[in-house]
């Protein structure tokens, strides 16, 4: 009799353990479920003007893979390492990768960097880095689309100011959508370790 109780005992709490461990389940996994849901999309549909003055659009790069970064001509150091690194990693991969991956550049200082500006300043580390411009508003949509972050900083003089932004490399595949990021400070050893695992 005593076994029999303790038995029926023993079940009472194994029934009462599996609907607590279902129930955590079921909450898990809509928490996993909203949490998917609020992830934002990174990139989205654009439409600029490279640094050769011709009207491009994401579709234009499509069946490549692009690595894009958000910056500006003038901006003092963080721009011109990251272009430095993707130029060096760029060529470690050798010429092949050219035709799989597009480098491109996009400002966040319209009002300055002008097709002109561009050209000059993406010939200075490649010849294959794309320089896309456009209108203030044309350049608003798309750092929204990428999450970028800018923001204006007064200098001694208007024309002086200089602009804090977010510094990733964001790599979007041949169907325009996310694939990687790549955090500021990489090596080129590493992006190009990068671009090989996601590129091929």
């Given at each position: 009799m005593k076994f029999s109780r303790s038995l029926l005992a023993l079940m009472a709490v194994i029934v009462v353990a599996f609907v607590v461990?279902?129930?955590?389940?079921?909450?898990?996994?809509?928490?996993?479920?909203?949490?998917?849901?609020a992830i934002p999309s990174i990139g989205g549909p654009f439409q600029l003007t490279d640094h050769t003055g011709k009207q491009v659009s994401d579709r234009d790069y499509r069946n490549r893979y692009m690595l894009i970064f958000f910056g500006y001509t003038f901006c003092p150091d963080v721009c011109p390492t990251t272009l430095s690194t993707v130029t060096a990693a760029m060529e470690k991969l050798g010429p092949g990768y050219a035709k799989k991956v597009v480098p491109i550049f996009v400002t966040i200082d319209p009002e300055?960097?002008?097709?002109?500006?561009m050209k000059e300043y993406v010939n200075a580390f490649s010849p294959d880095i794309v320089g896309l411009t456009g209108t203030p508003e044309e350049i608003a949509k798309v750092a929204k689309e990428f999450k970028v972050y800018a923001a204006k900083v007064k200098g001694d003089r208007p024309e002086n100011y200089t602009v804090d932004h977010s510094?990733?490399?964001?790599l979007m595949g041949p169907d325009g959508k996310f694939v990687a990021h790549?955090?500021?400070?990489?090596?080129?050893?590493?992006?190009?370790?990068?671009l090989k695992k996601h590129v091929g």
């Open positions: 461990i279902g129930v955590r389940l079921v909450i898990w996994s809509g928490q996993s479920s909203e949490g998917a849901k300055r960097d002008s097709v002109a500006v510094a990733i490399l964001y790549f955090t500021h400070g990489i090596s080129a050893d590493d992006l190009a370790t990068g």
